[in-house]
């Protein structure tokens, strides 16, 4: 017979995460007052790592890895969209790749003064919808360089630029708005 080998008995506890101090809990036998006892309320950060592929979008992010706009055009009706889109809305064909300037106008806009995790740090930022010449969809992205503050109705219809992340992240924030020179 094999020799065993001695397991551990304990888990090694570290300070490490969300520690509670003093929780209040009834003394002795009587539990009764567990009823009216408030919620604890702890917060902890959550991280996962998640694989996925862009499948047929893949040549946009390319794109803007290298400061290059590209979107679909659906060949026969000429129907093109901002954002990436393998088959057309309306006819289900194969759409084109075509490229853009990428330079457009603001369509709207809004102020975010709550974001996802990746945002909060940018807080207030704003976020716009991307009109482009001869582009029948918005472009949804980042507006940068004009003060969230100051937010006015002057901004539909500024003319803006694109600008890339000189480190492309393949995400769709490699790409942001300012106001065009």
Not at 20 to 40: A, Q, T, W, Y
Not at 94 to 113: L, N, R, Y
Request: aromatic share 12%; net charge negative.
């Amino acid at each position: 017979m094999a020799e065993s080998k001695k397991l551990p008995t304990k888990i090694e506890e570290t300070m490490e995460g969300t520690v509670l101090f003093d929780v209040p809990f009834p003394e002795g036998d009587d539990l009764s007052g567990l009823k009216h006892m408030g919620h604890i309320l702890i917060k902890q950060p959550y991280s996962i790592e998640y694989l996925h592929s862009y499948g047929q979008d893949s040549p946009f992010f390319a794109g803007l890895a290298n400061r290059r706009f590209v979107t679909n055009r659906e060949p026969e009706t000429g129907h093109t969209y901002g954002t990436p889109r393998g088959h057309d809305m309306y006819t289900g064909k194969e759409t084109e790749w075509v490229e853009i300037t990428g330079e457009g106008v603001v369509h709207a806009f809004t102020v975010c003064h709550f974001g996802s995790e990746e945002f909060l740090p940018e807080c207030p930022f704003v976020l716009v919808q991307v009109e482009f010449p001869g582009v029948d969809t918005l472009f949804l992205a980042r507006l940068v360089g004009v003060d969230p503050y100051q937010a006015s109705l002057d901004w539909i219809g500024m003319r803006v630029q694109p600008r890339y992340k000189r480190l492309s992240k393949f995400k769709p924030t490699d790409v942001y708005f300012v106001p065009a020179e």
